[in-house]
């Protein structure tokens, strides 16, 4: 009799390894009504304040408020100037991440829950807690020192999982 996995959860997070995972987890429940996919995702938004340079024609300005919607004549107020400033960039947004995997997905009866917590053990205790029979989630290719250094969380989730664990690679 082949096993039936109904609780699958697919730790997904946009990267390399988490899309060969979805990939997998794609295959697994296409056309199977009974199986349940949650994807999960830990929260770990990261916004990064970056410098930008923006060059260009000023409009008019008169003692640093700018001159707009009114009649002006030609002035030799208007300049040339490069000007600096920051922008917050969000690289890691959930809804991002979210919409992507929907599209992968397809009609795929799957539904998206956002952990919080280190990655590893977030999922771990959502497993135990759902009563998930399999937990799909991609290797992060990173091994040696570095995965040693970082703290390889495929390696923490196959190690702690409650349940199987299958690593796309």
């Known amino acids: 009799m082949p096993v039936q996995f109904r609780k699958i959860i697919l730790a997904y997070d946009g990267s390399d ?20 996919l949650t994807v999960v995702n830990v929260y770990e938004e990261k916004i990064e304040t970056r410098r930008v340079d923006i060059t260009g024609e000023s409009r008019l300005a008169l003692h640093g408020y700018l001159i707009e919607g009114m009649p002006a004549p030609p002035s030799s107020l208007g300049y ?66 570095a995965g040693l250094l970082i703290g390889n969380i495929t390696e923490k989730v196959s190690r702690h999982a409650p349940c199987n664990v299958l690593i796309a690679k």
């Not at 990939?23 to 009974?34: H, I, Q």
């Not at 999922?123 to 290797?139: F, K, M, P, Q, T």
């Open 80 to 145: 040339s100037q490069a000007q600096h400033s920051t922008q917050a960039i969000i690289s890691n947004s959930v809804d991002h991440i979210f919409f992507e995997a929907k599209r992968r997905l397809g009609d795929t009866n799957a539904s998206f829950r956002v952990l919080e917590g280190t990655p590893a053990e977030s999922i771990c205790d959502y497993a135990e807690e759902i009563g998930a029979d399999l937990i799909i989630i991609g290797s992060s290719g990173k091994g040696g020192i």
């Open 17 to 36: 390894g988490s899309d060969k995972a979805l990939n997998l987890a794609s295959v697994l429940v296409k056309g199977n009504t009974e199986t349940k």
